[in-house]
């Protein structure tokens, strides 16, 4: 499969060399962009931003981004957390950590959300939720089916309760947008933890899972402790997930434009809705 491009604009700012975090090896940027950010050492997945995803997935010149004036505001005056947003803001281009808009897959048009691990390990704070929010809202007023990339460290704890209420909030409108027989696709990446998987990751129609991403709630530390049980080998992997009955399907990068193209015809008619 030939891979689609997004936009030019993407390329504008140098490519840095990635290192693989499971073998160490340094892969040169034009070998990850070419093979779709697996490691050609080990074949362990690289991290990728919302605009290599959109390469990844998306018809070329598809995607418009929604565009507002949110912007994380360290409301609680919690400890550095103001230098943190400006250094997150600095290395990603964004106002945070998550892109939003419309796009057509295969032809297929449809409203996406591509978290950002870069941005804060893509943790959810109020600009996070009510950007997730407003794209279901959308999704819902004009019958389009949603396809999320999930990535996350789970609620920003320098938001406090706020960053809580966003697990509420954004399924409130999941549950609207289902309300509406409206297709919702959730794509787990690496890592999707924490209240992002206690909430909207979890809440697809159709779950798919990238192949070893890590998936869970707590850290397996932390449930070994409270438990006072030793877990078993691949707790908490895609697979494992899968096994147990959490996950649909398990997608390698190469397989998933095609996997949601065909997915979206088959369960999104005429109608928008769910066949």
């Known amino acids: 499969m030939q891979l689609p491009f997004f936009s030019k604009k993407s390329s504008e700012k140098p490519r840095e060399d990635l290192i693989c975090k499971q073998c160490k090896a340094t892969v040169p940027a034009k070998d990850a962009v070419k093979n779709r950010f697996i490691c050609p050492s080990c074949g362990a997945y690289l991290t990728m931003t919302p605009q290599d995803r959109l390469h990844l997935v998306a018809d070329k010149d598809s995607f418009t981004a929604f565009r507002d004036e949110l912007k994380s505001v360290n409301f609680l005056h919690f400890p550095g957390y103001s230098e943190k947003l400006e250094k997150a803001v600095t290395a990603t281009g964004e106002p ?7 796009a057509a897959i295969d032809g297929t048009p449809c409203a996406l959300f591509l978290m950002d691990t870069r941005f804060i390990m893509a943790s959810m704070g109020s600009v996070v939720g009510e950007r997730i929010t407003r794209t279901f809202e959308y999704a819902t007023a004009h019958r389009l089916p949603v396809v999320g990339f999930a990535a996350s460290g789970g609620a920003r704890m320098q938001e406090g309760i706020v960053s809580l ?42 779950i798919l899972a990238e192949p070893g991403a890590t998936v869970g709630f707590a850290g397996r530390r932390v449930v070994e402790q409270t438990t006072k049980t030793a877990l078993p080998e691949g707790f908490q992997s895609a697979e494992f997930v899968r096994d147990h009955g959490f996950i649909d399907k398990i997608v ?9 193209a065909t997915l979206l015809r088959l369960h999104a008619p005429r109608n928008g809705g769910i066949a």
């Open 96 to 102: 945070d950590a998550v892109v939003c808009g419309t």
């Open 165 to 206: 209420m966003q697990m509420a909030k954004v399924s409130a409108a999941v549950q609207r947008h289902a309300a509406q027989r409206l297709l919702y696709i959730s794509v787990l990446t690496n890592p999707t933890t924490g209240g992002v998987t206690a909430s909207f990751a979890m809440q697809g129609d159709l």
């Open 252 to 260: 390698p990068r190469d397989a998933l434009r095609d996997t949601l």
